[in-house]
């Protein structure tokens, strides 16, 4: 346990990080060094005007001054973990220097990376969440280059990087202080966080330009360091839970979340994912409507509630708490892609007025919110079930365990399968079996995604989880696909409890089809049968209707169906047979109309041919 003197050392000495990451860049500012490195406005790029970029230089010189103040008053003791990471830290600040000078390829800064990230993990930061090593090494190259290139995507707008660094440092500070108790991680965290204080009010400057830009160097030392920590921070502890894995993917989730979309998007416009552009979820903030300084105010309290809710699932440890923190985590998150596409049809429809509010943006969409809640309400009681069908009843003490340990995967992953396919995007009144498709995806894909995480984090041993997540997959499909074909079908049987008038139409063709479900979705009316001269029709049922006789039973139909109207669908029908429905309703005395259909599609300009 750490006592409270040496807390109160370690923030003190780590305070040296800002004014150390200060005073450097008021001096380079002041220099004429400084102006050999100055980006230029192009159109990858978001500002308008020729701007220094040496703040990496600034938050690397308060990062290694802390670190090394810590060392020399002995608040933190060296160790290769700690080495490791410097060495990693310096190498990929170095090539972001580089190329902040003078271009460096892709491929070039790739194998930076790569080279930093060899160096942390042989340096004795392993990966032990998982007990096969060439799985651990292959997580952490992943995890160590992943992180560094997204916040390097992430460095698009004045002050977003730092900020959303500094709130993530913040977070493994108090965990490294509380839960995963760590010296090394707090010094790192601490001065890492306060280099980047100390680079914001130069890169952070409301209704003003920024006056540095923390350049490549600066983006890649950040990314990297946050990686690492990460590392550090809860991935090399033992007895790991569920809690201890999603502390430092929620911490990041923006970056994270960001550079997914962005490279997305750039993989289907067919665009290299390393060239510059305004795409990300910074920049479609300003275009729909927020002023930059609001823009990455948003995403900082998105970052800070999510780091939020990861830091309570550590200091609670509790299975069931972690579970609801995970719905209330994606509330959050699907909230915030709710509010995104507000602002995008408000943008395309030229709307005026206020600017959208922050507080909208994050807890306002009644519809949404109940499709979250409805949704872990049976996603809980789906994977309940399948445990209590597969095991037989409660199960043992270790049985019980590894099912509380598996839910809060199994919600994050299913969760995350309905957000990319769409599933909160669909307005479910106007439904149809194919809509249920996604959702039926989504299970078995999460349901696959989570055994295997189980399996990959702790041992199972005869717990029956192929059955269980088997059992589950089918269960949740139908379950969730009910509940979605519940709000389809509901505004009808509420449409029956009051009068609507009773339709016969004419012609079950295409037409008349159509005719059909409109009346359905508006509500407004009931379409009680079809008539139709087709034989192969004659008494079956279409689109739940029935066909209930041919033109010539007109009569006896409207008797049968109580119809109040008929419509008819096929004006091209002889006009004998169109006589006779019309006739019949004259003598049942019920309204009889022809409805036509008129779709003209423009034909192509007439290419004009030059004559030899």
Same mark, same amino acid.
């Given at each position: 346990?750490?006592?409270?003197?040496?807390?109160?050392?370690?923030?003190?000495?780590?305070?040296?990080?800002? *004014?150390?990451?200060?005073a450097v860049? $008021?001096?380079?500012?002041?220099?004429? =060094?400084?102006?050999?490195?100055?980006?230029?406005?192009?159109?990858?790029?978001?500002?308008?005007?020729?701007?220094?970029?040496?703040?990496?230089?600034?938050i690397?010189?308060?990062?290694?001054?802390?670190i !090394?103040?810590?060392?020399?008053?002995?608040?933190?003791?060296?160790?290769?973990? !700690?080495?490791?990471?410097?060495?990693?830290?310096t190498?990929?600040?170095?090539a972001?220097?580089?190329d902040?000078?003078?271009?460096?390829?892709?491929?070039?800064?790739?194998?930076?990376?790569?080279?930093?990230a060899?160096?942390?993990?042989?340096?004795?930061?392993n990966?032990?969440?998982?007990?096969?090593?060439?799985?651990?090494?292959?997580?952490?190259l992943?995890?160590?280059?992943?992180?560094?290139?997204a916040?390097?995507? @992430?460095?698009n707008?004045?002050?977003?990087?730092?900020?959303l660094?500094?709130? %993530?440092?913040?977070?493994?500070? =108090?965990d %490294?202080l509380?839960?995963?108790?760590?010296e090394?991680?707090?010094?790192?965290?601490?001065?890492?966080?306060l280099?980047?204080?100390?680079?914001? *009010?130069?890169?952070?400057?409301?209704?003003?330009? %920024?006056?540095?830009?923390?350049?490549?160097?600066?983006s890649?030392l950040?990314?990297?360091?946050?990686?690492s920590?990460?590392?550090?921070?809860?991935?090399?502890?033992a007895?790991?839970?569920?809690?201890?894995?999603?502390?430092?993917? @929620?911490?990041?989730a923006?970056?994270?979340?960001?550079?997914?979309?962005v490279?997305?998007?750039r993989?289907?416009?067919?665009?290299?994912?390393?060239?510059?552009?305004?795409?990300?979820?910074?920049?479609r903030?300003?275009?729909?409507?927020?002023?930059?300084?609001?823009?990455?105010?948003?995403?900082?309290?998105?970052?800070?509630?999510i780091?939020?809710?990861?830091?309570?699932?550590?200091?609670?440890?509790?299975?069931?708490?972690?579970?609801?923190?995970?719905?209330?985590?994606?509330?959050?998150?699907?909230?915030?892609?709710?509010?995104?596409?507000?602002?995008?049809?408000?943008?395309?429809?030229?709307?005026?007025?206020?600017?959208?509010?922050? $507080?909208?943006?994050l807890?306002?969409? *009644?519809?949404?919110?109940?499709?979250v809640?409805?949704?872990?309400?049976l996603?809980?009681?789906?994977?309940?079930?399948?445990?209590?069908?597969?095991?037989g009843?409660?199960?043992?003490?270790?049985?019980?365990?590894?099912?509380?340990?598996a839910?809060?995967?199994?919600? %994050?992953?299913?969760?995350?399968?309905?957000?990319?396919?769409g599933?909160?995007?669909? &307005?479910?009144?106007?439904?149809t079996?194919?809509?249920?498709v996604?959702?039926?995806?989504?299970?078995?894909?999460?349901?696959?995604?989570?055994?295997f995480?189980?399996?990959a984090?702790?041992?199972?041993?005869?717990?029956?989880a192929?059955?269980?997540?088997?059992?589950?997959?089918? !269960?949740?499909? !139908?379950?969730?696909?009910?509940?979605?074909?519940?709000?389809?079908?509901?505004?009808?049987?509420?449409?029956?409890?009051?009068?609507?008038?009773?339709v016969?139409?004419?012609?079950?063709?295409?037409?008349?089809r159509?005719?059909?479900?409109?009346?359905?979705?508006?509500?407004?009316?009931?379409?009680?049968?079809?008539?139709?001269?087709?034989?192969?029709?004659?008494?079956?049922?279409?689109?739940?209707?029935s066909?209930?006789?041919?033109?010539d039973?007109?009569?006896?139909a409207?008797?049968?169906?109580?119809?109040?109207?008929?419509? &008819?669908t096929?004006?091209?029908?002889?006009?004998?047979?169109?006589?006779?429905?019309v006739n019949a309703?004259?003598v049942?005395?019920v309204?009889?109309?022809?409805?036509?259909?008129?779709?003209?599609?423009?034909?192509?300009?007439? &290419?004009?041919?030059?004559?030899?």
């Amino acid at each position: 346990m750490l006592d409270y003197p040496f807390r109160a050392v370690d923030a003190i000495v780590a305070i040296a990080a800002l *004014p150390v990451t200060f005073a450097v860049l $008021w001096m380079l500012l002041r220099s004429p =060094i400084g102006g050999r490195l100055v980006a230029v406005p192009s159109d990858e790029r978001w500002h308008e005007q020729p701007t220094p970029t040496f703040g990496g230089v600034g938050i690397y010189a308060g990062f290694i001054g802390g670190i !090394l103040l810590a060392l020399a008053v002995g608040a933190v003791e060296w160790s290769g973990e !700690l080495g490791g990471i410097l060495a990693g830290v310096t190498i990929v600040f170095a090539a972001g220097l580089v190329d902040d000078l003078r271009h460096l390829s892709p491929i070039a800064k790739l194998a930076a990376q790569i080279a930093a990230a060899v160096i942390v993990l042989a340096s004795g930061l392993n990966v032990e969440i998982v007990g096969n090593d060439v799985l651990a090494w292959s997580i952490g190259l992943l995890w160590l280059v992943g992180i560094t290139n997204a916040f390097n995507l @992430l460095d698009n707008m004045d002050g977003l990087a730092a900020t959303l660094a500094v709130v %993530a440092c913040g977070y493994f500070a =108090i965990d %490294a202080l509380t839960e995963h108790e760590n010296e090394t991680v707090l010094v790192l965290a601490l001065a890492l966080g306060l280099a980047c204080a100390g680079f914001l *009010p130069f890169n952070l400057r409301p209704r003003r330009g %920024a006056v540095v830009f923390m350049g490549d160097s600066g983006s890649q030392l950040l990314g990297f360091g946050l990686a690492s920590l990460a590392l550090a921070a809860s991935w090399t502890v033992a007895g790991t839970t569920v809690a201890t894995i999603l502390l430092p993917l @929620l911490v990041l989730a923006i970056p994270i979340l960001d550079t997914t979309l962005v490279t997305i998007a750039r993989l289907v416009e067919k665009r290299p994912v390393t060239q510059g552009g305004r795409d990300h979820t910074s920049h479609r903030l300003v275009y729909y409507g927020l002023s930059e300084t609001k823009a990455v105010l948003l995403l900082a309290i998105v970052a800070s509630a999510i780091g939020a809710t990861a830091l309570a699932y550590n200091v609670l440890d509790n299975g069931r708490l972690t579970a609801i923190g995970v719905l209330v985590t994606f509330v959050l998150l699907v909230q915030f892609g709710s509010f995104l596409s507000d602002l995008e049809e408000r943008s395309r429809r030229g709307a005026e007025g206020p600017e959208p509010s922050l $507080w909208r943006a994050l807890v306002f969409e *009644p519809r949404r919110l109940l499709e979250v809640f409805v949704d872990f309400v049976l996603i809980c009681a789906s994977f309940l079930a399948a445990y209590l069908l597969a095991v037989g009843g409660a199960g043992t003490d270790f049985e019980r365990s590894v099912y509380l340990s598996a839910l809060p995967i199994l919600l %994050a992953s299913r969760y995350v399968l309905f957000v990319a396919l769409g599933v909160y995007r669909r &307005v479910w009144r106007y439904a149809t079996a194919r809509d249920v498709v996604p959702i039926a995806v989504g299970c078995i894909v999460s349901s696959a995604a989570a055994y295997f995480i189980l399996i990959a984090l702790r041992p199972i041993g005869s717990f029956p989880a192929v059955e269980i997540f088997v059992i589950d997959a089918i !269960l949740c499909t !139908l379950l969730v696909g009910a509940s979605r074909l519940t709000l389809r079908l509901l505004p009808e049987a509420q449409g029956r409890r009051r009068h609507r008038r009773r339709v016969l139409i004419a012609g079950a063709g295409r037409a008349g089809r159509g005719l059909a479900r409109e009346l359905r979705e508006g509500n407004e009316a009931r379409v009680v049968g079809f008539l139709d001269d087709n034989p192969r029709v004659r008494r079956r049922r279409i689109l739940g209707i029935s066909v209930v006789g041919s033109l010539d039973e007109t009569d006896r139909a409207i008797a049968s169906t109580r119809a109040e109207e008929v419509l &008819v669908t096929i004006p091209e029908a002889a006009q004998e047979r169109l006589d006779a429905v019309v006739n019949a309703s004259e003598v049942a005395g019920v309204p009889c109309r022809i409805v036509r259909r008129h779709v003209e599609f423009s034909s192509p300009e007439p &290419v004009e041919v030059a004559q030899p």
